[in-house]
């Protein structure tokens, strides 16, 4: 059963920056297909990030295109999200998930395992 297991949130004030990474329980992740999500307080979880093997493969939801980047870190098996100039709207639950597919796609029924998620707050 591969698990997955997410670490960086916290506090955070506007303007600030905070890296998120999602490790796993198995050294195949690295062939696996990574997107990250977030869920808002009272809001349906959403797309922010997915990435195949390379960074060219990466997609971006538009509110966070050019302030996000999502990467993989070969040395701690991991995927980063490395987050920048945040803002009190990207509060949320960070969850990462995988998929063994062959793509990437932008919406949550494609990843059939999910991490238990990592609160975001960025205060004003």
């Known amino acids: 059963q591969v698990q997955l297991e997410e670490s960086g949130g916290g506090p955070v ?41 390379t960074p060219d493969s990466a997609q971006y939801a538009a509110p966070v295109k050019d302030r996000f980047t999502i990467s993989r870190n070969k040395t701690n098996n991991a995927v980063d999200l490395q987050m920048n100039n945040l803002t009190p709207e990207d509060t949320a639950t960070y969850y990462c998930a995988m998929t063994w597919r062959p793509t990437i796609e932008q919406t949550a029924s494609h990843y059939n395992i999910w991490g238990q998620g990592t609160q975001v707050t960025v205060s004003r």
Do not use: N, T
Request: net charge positive; charged share 20%.
């Open 13 to 53: 004030q506007a303007g600030d920056s905070l890296s998120l990474s999602c490790g796993a329980s198995i050294r195949a992740f690295s062939a696996a297909r990574v997107a990250w999500f977030r869920q808002p307080p009272g809001k349906e979880r959403e797309f922010v990030a997915a990435i195949l093997w």
